[in-house]
T-cell receptor
């Protein structure tokens, strides 16, 4: 089993819709969780950290479910500019970051 | 200044060439990283410098040689590369030393390397 697993997609979603994707992780000792977005041929950029209590940043909501060992990302009222690959990242103190393979999202006009 | 700056943005080199990739940050971050990324794959860690000391070498071939001249600069020296080394090379930094709690990585825009 991979350490961090994501549905690669692609998710093709009409503009204005809500889309959600999950990421599962295998190491129950994982402590820190992040979502990064990466545009084609560009660098990954931190979208948000993910906390047990959940967190929201505008149209984006991230949740952590430790019992089932997954994190989720919800995007509401999707925009064309949300088209990107979303990378799930998991780590713990003293360890390197482990990246998921990414979920490709395309918002369709 | 919240940027990680990488140069060059693009590099084409032959298998016998020697070249260097450069990375700079002025955020006072104490860990700096080199990642390699192939198309449609996640970034793959190569090296980590923490407090200017090499902390991690992910069994990278010796044709890649990292150098950290000071806390703001990171270089990657390239020699006798193979065509399969063609990839996007990303530099990143994080505030604390390697492995600190809840460390976030800030990436440079990368060097797109082609080896002919």
């Amino acid at each position: 089993r991979k350490e961090v697993e994501q549905d690669p997609g692609p998710f093709n979603v009409p503009e204005g819709a809500t889309v959600a994707f999950n990421c599962t992780y295998s190491n129950s000792a994982s402590q820190s969780f992040f979502w990064y977005r990466q545009d084609c041929r560009k660098e990954p950029k931190l979208l948000m950290s993910v906390y047990s209590s959940g967190n929201e940043d505008g149209r984006f909501t991230a949740q952590l479910n430790r019992a089932s060992q997954y994190i989720s990302l919800l995007i509401r009222d999707s925009k064309l500019s949300d088209s990107a690959t979303y990378l799930c990242v998991v780590t713990r103190v003293g360890e390197k970051l482990t990246f998921g393979t990414g979920t490709r999202l395309t918002i369709i006009p | 200044d919240t940027e990680v700056t990488q140069t060059p943005k693009h590099l084409v080199m032959g298998m016998t060439n020697k070249k260097s990739l450069k990375c700079e940050q002025h955020m006072g971050h104490r860990a700096m990283y080199w990642y390699k990324q192939k198309a449609k794959k996640p970034p793959e860690l190569m090296f980590v410098y923490s407090y200017e000391k090499l902390s991690i070498n992910e069994s990278v071939p010796s044709r890649f040689s990292p150098e950290c001249p000071n806390s703001s600069l990171l270089n990657l020296h390239l020699h006798a590369l193979q065509p399969e080394d063609s990839a996007l090379y990303l530099c990143a930094s994080s505030q604390g030393g390697f492995g600190a709690t809840n460390e976030k990585l800030f990436f440079g825009s990368g060097t797109q390397l082609s080896v002919l």
